[in-house]
């Protein structure tokens, strides 16, 4: 996802407004069907239900008709989005949209000719009811864009945010199984062994960070120097977010390249971010790194590594429970708390295997063990020779 300054035109921008308006209206219907259901009512209405209700309202009312019928009927996909999103435990309930403060709307079926280059600096986007808008070229255009959104924010600034779903890349047939880990020392741990460390805030920016955040403090509440601040503290989270996203797009290729079957911890990001410390069960990991600016951009970063392997390895990514994964023996199987050592250091005391304990907890997602609670082994799968093999510790 790349977001542009959007420039429309006066005129333009009214129409746009409308779009919002009528993508705004959807979207709070279905939050006020949804709001009106409890246990033991009949279901709220699904996607195909209120698309026919959709349909029922544009005759009705002339305003909604002379809107896009597709940004309608998107605005009611997202909310669909938003809602298994919901109940998948990854995100909260979808709530309202207010004017002037949630506005934006997705298009989706764009063809590549609907977004052209005009010169170095400026792009233009064919946008339905509204005709071609001028957007700001700062960066290069993904290939494959597909859909797009766009949003008017509480400055009254318009972005545009291109969604290009990237090609799934054909496994390479080498029957290798990779687990991935969430690390605590780096962002993520191969069950090889390799540890990957997404690039953060370098000592510089970390300091800049600091002095922004002092400066912040020293400054009145709505005036325009702690505006100023509060804009450098912006433009410096972007950058390293890009920094973030571009080594998601290298790493989801590689691992989508090198390895037939990629595992991972099915975790709830939501959970994770609530309580750092855990329980007993989940202890609590990153613990240190849930602080801060840093917070936002590992959770993002990790959320958005998953997403794209899904993406690039189209099949090929499988989510494991990821329960215990951080004190069990990924060679005995043995889970003690007292397995692991320090937060990078794993020692099991019942076989005294010591590893990287980043590393143990990628190789029990590679292993796809499902544990139970008495730490028995479960392995996936039957005839164990025909499954794919896990990919060797290469130390
Ligand atoms: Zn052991």
Redesign the pocket.
């Known amino acids: 996802m790349s977001r542009y300054r959007l420039s429309p035109t006066l005129e333009q921008e009214v129409g746009l407004l409308e779009h919002c308006a009528h993508a705004r209206f959807v979207w709070n219907l279905a939050v006020e069907q949804h709001s009106c259901w409890w246990p033991g009512r009949a279901a709220a209405p699904g996607y195909f239900e209120q698309a026919r209700q959709l349909t029922e309202a544009r005759a009705e009312f002339a305003w909604l008709r002379a809107g896009s019928v597709m940004v309608q009927q998107q605005a009611l996909r997202d909310f669909a989005q938003a809602m298994r999103n919901f109940f998948a435990g990854t995100h909260r309930r979808p709530t309202w949209r207010k004017a002037g403060r949630h506005e934006g709307f997705r298009q989706v079926s764009v063809k590549p000719e609907q977004i052209q280059r005009l010169n170095r600096k400026h792009g233009r986007v064919w946008v339905r009811k509204v005709g071609w808008v001028r957007f700001r070229w700062s960066r290069a255009v993904p290939n494959g864009v597909k859909s797009y959104r766009i949003t008017h924010d509480r400055a009254g600034r318009w972005h545009i945010a291109f969604a290009a779903v990237p090609d799934p890349i054909p496994a390479p047939g080498n029957n290798l199984i990779v687990g991935v880990d969430r690390g605590v020392a780096v962002s993520s741990a191969l069950s090889t062994g390799e540890l990957l460390s997404a690039p953060g805030l370098t000592s510089g920016e970390q300091q800049r960070l600091d002095r922004l955040h002092r400066a912040l403090a020293r400054r009145q509440r709505g005036s325009k120097r702690r505006g100023r601040v509060r804009r450098a503290i912006a433009r410096l989270a972007a950058r390293i977010t890009d920094r973030r996203k571009d080594w998601v797009e290298k790493t989801s290729t590689s691992l989508a390249r090198g390895f037939d079957v990629i595992r991972v911890e099915n975790l709830r990001i939501r959970g994770m971010t609530r309580s750092a410390k855990g329980t007993v069960e989940s202890p609590g990991r990153n613990v240190r790194q849930k602080a801060g600016l840093n917070r936002g951009i590992l959770t993002n970063g990790w959320g958005l590594l998953v997403t794209r392997l899904e993406h690039k390895a189209f099949g090929r990514v499988e989510k494991v429970k990821a329960a215990f994964t951080s004190q069990q023996?990924?060679?005995?199987?043995?889970i003690a708390p007292e397995?692991r050592k320090s937060q990078a250091v794993f020692q099991?005391?019942?076989?005294?295997?010591t590893c990287n304990a980043d590393v143990n907890a990628a190789r029990n997602i590679a292993a796809g063990r499902a544990v139970t609670a008495r730490g028995a082994l479960q392995p996936l799968g039957g005839a164990v020779n025909r499954e794919p093999q896990l990919a060797p510790l290469a130390l």
């Open positions: 023996c990924s060679a005995c199987g043995h397995n099991c005391v019942a076989c005294g295997v």
